[in-house]
């Protein structure tokens, strides 16, 4: 099996400044306990949302953030080639744009809360296509135009962006799921039969799953439990997975039902659905470990797309490396 790839683009490291003048402060221009946060775009993607902390001038962020990861944006050969399009109008060329915001998210009554403050852009080339890690900014960076006294820069946003390659194995269901189909690879205009895959709804295994999945860090399937009838019927889901000589490889269960935001067919991001991915354990043909636990939601931003939540399940059943989009 040959991977297919993908170029990764992680933005991480983040940390505002903002320079604070006497005059400033008696004007009420901005309070350093209000909090901060970012939209991070990228032409053809969904635009990530997430908070920025406020560091102390002249500090650098703490050991915590340098390392956090903000967003990351996944590019196939595909994205790459129409980000680097070329065009005849300047002002439509690809940036990776990140917008800081002071205030709260979201409005009320039509009304933002919020207010921009500055712009980091940083311009889609061609070494993004090269198939190499790069790290395109580390550091501090000038945000805005506005000045202190003294001359002084304004606002500064601290970052860190790399791009790195990613390959990954792309599968597709060659069928409809009711009918348990077989599951295949994708490369190019190949499909190539890798796992065949069984759907189905069983008490027993529900029960033995669910059992499971309360060892991961206290998760559990559902919050209502018994309370909520729709959200019971919904759960209950088991698909093994087997290879082309028959033996299961993994397996996952819902453990979390897919249920739509109130007034919504939309799952949002606050309140996901959740699958409880397993493997076989040495110990027994029917004996079963916690691998994984997988989420995903359906919601619209600016265009209707899904995320994901994958967390590793580490020895002795808490979780662990977590990765999203």
């Known amino acids: 099996m040959d991977p297919r790839a993908f170029m ?28 901060c946060f970012c939209e991070i775009r990228l032409r053809g993607f969904p635009t990530q949302t997430t908070s920025v902390p ?80 790069l790290q395109l900014h580390n550091g501090w960076t000038s945000i805005g135009k506005n000045k202190v006294e003294g001359g002084r820069p304004g606002a500064e946003l601290h970052l860190r962006v790399k791009i790195e390659p990613d390959p990954r194995y792309i599968f597709q269901f060659d069928d409809e799921t009711a009918l348990s189909p077989q599951i295949v690879q994708l490369q190019g205009n190949v499909r190539q039969p890798i796992f065949s895959c069984k759907f189905s709804r069983d008490r027993s295994s529900r029960s033995r799953t669910s059992q499971l999945d309360g060892n991961v860090n206290g998760w559990s399937g559902s919050h ?29 269960s819902m453990v979390t039902p897919f249920v739509p935001s109130t007034g919504s067919d939309c799952v949002s991001r606050s309140s996901p659905g959740a699958w409880l991915i397993l493997r076989p ?11 994984g636990r997988l989420e995903a939601w359906r919601e619209r931003g600016g265009k209707e797309y899904i995320g994901c939540r994958f967390q590793l399940v580490a020895e002795g059943g808490g979780l662990g490396v977590g990765s999203g989009i």
């Open 224 to 252: 209502n439990g018994d309370k909520d009838s729709e959200r019971r019927d919904r759960k209950g889901w088991l698909i093994m997975i087997h290879d082309l000589s028959g033996s299961a490889v993994a397996a996952a």
């Open 54 to 133: 406020l560091v102390a001038s002249p500090s650098t962020p703490g050991s915590r953030d340098l390392h956090s990861i903000a967003a990351t944006f996944y590019l196939e050969d595909s994205d790459l080639k129409n980000l680097l399009a070329p065009s005849r109008f300047k002002s439509s060329m690809a940036y990776l744009e990140i917008v800081i915001f002071t205030g709260r998210r979201g409005s009320h009554c039509g009304v933002s809360s919020s207010k921009q403050i500055g712009t980091f852009r940083l311009q889609v080339g061609a070494e993004w296509a090269e198939g190499k890690t």
């Open 8 to 35: 990764r683009v992680s933005v991480g490291a983040l940390g505002l400044r903002i320079p604070v003048a006497s005059k400033a402060v008696r004007a009420g221009v901005h309070d350093l306990s209000s909090p």
């Open 281 to 291: 354990d040495s110990s027994g043909v029917d004996s079963w470990q916690p691998w």
